[in-house]
């Protein structure tokens, strides 16, 4: 766990760089700040997003527009739209996303999400 402390500051989103990241099929583009044990990021989907790998790391997940669903390796899935938030450890779930429409989401995650044994 790390315990580095933050000082108060805002991030301007529009002058984060945007890095672009293939699905599956579609884009994502993220704009990425990175602190000590934390990292929060904005990410666009594009139309027909599907990511490319299944995921196992744990997120805070808010729906800023559009809307994703995060289908599980187990073949069941869950809808995310606008207004909505998850929440989910490290390795609790093994997830992807996928969206028809594209999507805005803040996504924060760390070492605040590892699983505790």
Not at 45 to 56: G, P, R, V
Not at 72 to 87: H, K, N, Q
Request: hydrophobic fraction near 35%.
């Amino acid at each position: 766990m790390n315990n580095a402390n933050i000082p108060f500051q805002n991030i301007e989103w529009g002058k984060v760089p945007k890095t672009e990241h293939q699905g599956e099929t579609g884009v994502a583009y993220w704009q990425t700040v990175q602190f000590a044990g934390l990292r929060v990021r904005m990410v666009e989907y594009s139309k027909n997003y599907m990511a490319d790998h299944w995921c196992q790391k744990g997120h805070i997940v808010h729906c800023l527009r559009g809307g994703v669903t995060t289908e599980f390796e187990d073949g069941s899935s869950r809808v995310l739209t606008t207004g909505m938030t998850y929440v989910v450890s490290d390795e609790l779930s093994s997830h992807r996303s996928v969206t028809k429409e594209g999507a805005l989401l803040l996504i924060i995650d760390g070492d605040f999400l590892k699983l505790n044994n």
